[in-house]
């Protein structure tokens, strides 16, 4: 048995990095697509109706929030019954929870359909001659809504079997789609509608490629099950939480640029927000990482504990290390590189700026691991209620240091709440989960620990390329102490055993 698990090890570790590898190129590569297209359709299209265009984009992203968490649910709930030898009643679950999820893609719908001229005036004040096309536009996205929320059940079904590579080989093509169908729109018509439309379609066919491969696999039509009354609250108990959080979480996300406008200017938000949208686009790196662990967490736990522990363990490790290298890196020659891309004016102003948001974007990308962890286990409760406890505390440590250091506090809040974010997830998955608690301590040090070395690095008064050679010694010294200790930085006294 034991040498079957030995064997074992390797396999699943290498199934999980392709993938990884499958989820960095589903995400990635849209982004390079992005890169071409997006001049173009600025020009194309205009700067409004191309700002209307990024909040159709948005607007699809934010509207999955209607699955309520569902989706997240079915991925773990799947995960548990596969690990183990109680599947009798997955066929009812799926079904249970599609058919829950569908019904919030009307309500969806229909919640769109009778706000959308509130929305249009009042919030996002479109000037009278785009109303009739933005109101077209959409109610377009509006019919398109049941499938955008449906695509996540039949997403975190194929999560649910590990079938990354369906999805990304999906998910390329809808992010393709994104940017070049309104570019080939631009062709015909610059108006916004027809843009929607093509959106909308694109998502609509994404949803029935993901329910084909759904049914390829066996996780649908293997059995007939049954919408049953009796897995709801187990399915909703688990989302509505999820949900908490997936609300709270843009909150927090977008607060800063609302506060920077109101206690300073807009004038100075773009010194900020160009930064912080540069680090929101670098943060699909470690969510690549993220949405392969959470089915395999969910699995592991109640099937192969100890499984699981290693796996949260090598998780963290391979997760500090992938981080570490291109945040280090950026961080020291992040003047320079704003300098090439906007001008001397623009980098003297936010090079301080992007280098804070960045120490904050690596101790994020370590804390989504116990986050992960802890909703993949049956606490997503414990998530949710955290982010209810650092709203509050955010918005009074920005708009105090925002007054003390002007725009630089925004960012310094930002990391500071990333990092109190960090300190409470190790701390309550510890807690919950005691067989991690020392581990969750360690990685707690070992995390502050590269923070203040990569802070060091960030703003010391010396050479670049001194700097840069401290930090390849020190990345590479953990990488190799790592693989030859099995354990990490503040571990290392069952290394050299200290006691």
């Given at each position: 048995?034991?040498?079957k698990?030995?064997?074992?090890?390797?396999?699943?570790?290498?199934q999980?990095?392709?993938?990884?590898?499958w989820?960095?190129?589903?995400?990635?590569f849209?982004?390079?697509?992005a890169?071409?297209?997006?001049?173009?359709?600025?020009?194309g299209?205009?700067?409004?109706?191309?700002?209307?265009l990024?909040?159709?984009?948005?607007?699809?992203?934010?509207f999955?929030?209607?699955?309520?968490?569902?989706?997240?649910?079915?991925?773990?709930?799947?995960?548990?019954?596969?690990?183990t030898?109680?599947q009798?009643?997955?066929?009812?679950?799926?079904?249970?929870s599609?058919?829950?999820?569908a019904?919030?893609?009307?309500?969806?719908?229909?919640?769109?359909?009778?706000g959308?001229?509130?929305?249009?005036r009042?919030?996002?004040?479109?000037?009278?001659?785009?109303?009739?096309?933005?109101s077209?536009?959409?109610?377009?996205?509006?019919?398109s809504?049941?499938?955008?929320?449906?695509?996540?059940a039949?997403?975190?079904?194929?999560?649910?079997?590990?079938?990354?590579?369906?999805?990304?080989l999906?998910?390329?093509?809808?992010?393709?789609?994104?940017?070049?169908?309104?570019l080939?729109v631009l062709?015909?018509?610059?108006?916004?509608?027809?843009a929607?439309t093509?959106?909308?379609?694109?998502?609509?066919?994404?949803?029935?490629?993901?329910?084909?491969?759904?049914?390829?696999?066996?996780?649908?039509?293997k059995?007939?099950?049954?919408?049953?009354?009796?897995?709801?609250?187990?399915?909703?108990?688990?989302?509505?939480?999820?949900t908490?959080?997936?609300?709270i979480?843009?909150?927090?996300?977008?607060?800063?640029?609302?506060?920077?406008?109101?206690?300073?200017?807009?004038?100075?938000?773009?010194?900020?927000?160009?930064?912080?949208d540069?680090?929101?686009?670098l943060?699909?790196f470690?969510?690549?990482i993220?949405?392969v662990?959470?089915?395999?967490?969910?699995?592991?736990w109640v099937?192969?504990?100890?499984?699981?522990i290693?796996?949260?363990?090598?998780s963290?490790?391979?997760?500090?290390?992938a981080?570490?290298?291109?945040?280090?890196f950026?961080?020291?020659?992040?003047?320079?590189?704003?300098?090439?891309?906007?001008g001397?004016?623009?980098s003297a102003?936010?090079?301080?700026?992007?280098?804070?948001?960045?120490i904050g974007f690596?101790?994020?990308?370590?804390?989504?691991?116990?986050h992960?962890?802890?909703?993949?286990?049956?606490h997503?409760?414990?998530?949710?209620?955290?982010?209810?406890?650092?709203?509050?505390?955010?918005?009074?440590v920005?708009?105090?240091?925002?007054?003390?250091?002007?725009?630089?506090?925004?960012?310094?809040?930002?990391?500071?709440?990333?990092s109190?974010?960090?300190?409470?997830?190790f701390?309550?998955?510890?807690?919950?989960?005691?067989?991690?608690?020392?581990?969750?301590?360690?990685?707690?040090?070992?995390?502050?620990?590269?923070?203040?070395?990569?802070?060091?690095?960030?703003?010391?008064?010396l050479g670049?390329?001194?700097?840069?050679?401290?930090a390849?010694?020190?990345?590479?010294?953990?990488?190799?102490?790592s693989?030859?200790?099995?354990?990490?930085?503040?571990?290392?006294?069952?290394?050299?055993r200290?006691?």
């Amino acid at each position: 048995m034991d040498l079957k698990n030995k064997s074992e090890k390797p396999r699943n570790l290498h199934q999980m990095m392709k993938n990884v590898g499958w989820n960095l190129f589903g995400t990635g590569f849209p982004l390079i697509i992005a890169v071409y297209a997006i001049p173009q359709l600025i020009e194309g299209f205009g700067s409004t109706r191309f700002g209307l265009l990024t909040l159709i984009w948005a607007m699809i992203g934010y509207f999955s929030i209607f699955d309520l968490g569902l989706g997240r649910a079915l991925t773990k709930l799947v995960s548990e019954r596969l690990g183990t030898a109680q599947q009798q009643d997955l066929p009812d679950l799926v079904k249970t929870s599609i058919a829950l999820i569908a019904s919030l893609g009307v309500f969806a719908t229909l919640f769109v359909f009778c706000g959308s001229t509130w929305l249009l005036r009042e919030i996002l004040h479109v000037t009278p001659d785009l109303m009739i096309e933005s109101s077209y536009a959409v109610w377009v996205l509006a019919i398109s809504l049941p499938f955008v929320v449906l695509s996540s059940a039949l997403i975190g079904l194929l999560e649910a079997y590990k079938e990354f590579k369906q999805i990304n080989l999906i998910r390329v093509t809808l992010g393709i789609s994104n940017f070049l169908g309104p570019l080939i729109v631009l062709h015909w018509s610059n108006s916004i509608y027809y843009a929607t439309t093509v959106l909308a379609l694109a998502r609509i066919l994404s949803t029935i490629l993901y329910g084909r491969c759904c049914y390829q696999v066996g996780a649908l039509g293997k059995t007939k099950g049954k919408v049953k009354k009796s897995l709801f609250r187990q399915i909703f108990k688990f989302g509505a939480w999820i949900t908490v959080s997936n609300i709270i979480s843009p909150i927090m996300v977008q607060m800063d640029r609302f506060v920077i406008s109101s206690v300073l200017s807009v004038s100075v938000l773009a010194y900020y927000s160009v930064p912080a949208d540069m680090i929101n686009r670098l943060s699909f790196f470690p969510a690549a990482i993220i949405s392969v662990l959470f089915p395999a967490f969910s699995s592991l736990w109640v099937s192969k504990r100890e499984s699981g522990i290693a796996l949260f363990t090598r998780s963290c490790r391979i997760m500090t290390i992938a981080v570490a290298i291109p945040t280090v890196f950026i961080v020291i020659y992040a003047n320079q590189g704003l300098e090439i891309w906007l001008g001397t004016n623009f980098s003297a102003k936010s090079t301080v700026i992007f280098q804070w948001l960045l120490i904050g974007f690596f101790v994020n990308s370590i804390a989504r691991i116990p986050h992960t962890l802890l909703q993949s286990t049956g606490h997503p409760d414990a998530t949710a209620k955290l982010h209810l406890l650092e709203l509050p505390i955010y918005g009074i440590v920005l708009w105090w240091l925002l007054n003390k250091y002007g725009v630089i506090g925004a960012a310094i809040a930002w990391t500071f709440r990333i990092s109190l974010d960090m300190v409470l997830l190790f701390i309550t998955a510890g807690t919950l989960l005691p067989t991690i608690k020392r581990l969750c301590w360690n990685w707690i040090g070992s995390t502050l620990f590269f923070t203040v070395i990569i802070s060091g690095l960030a703003f010391l008064n010396l050479g670049n390329h001194l700097k840069l050679i401290m930090a390849i010694g020190l990345v590479s010294f953990y990488g190799i102490f790592s693989y030859l200790a099995k354990t990490d930085v503040i571990g290392m006294k069952k290394f050299i055993r200290l006691k």
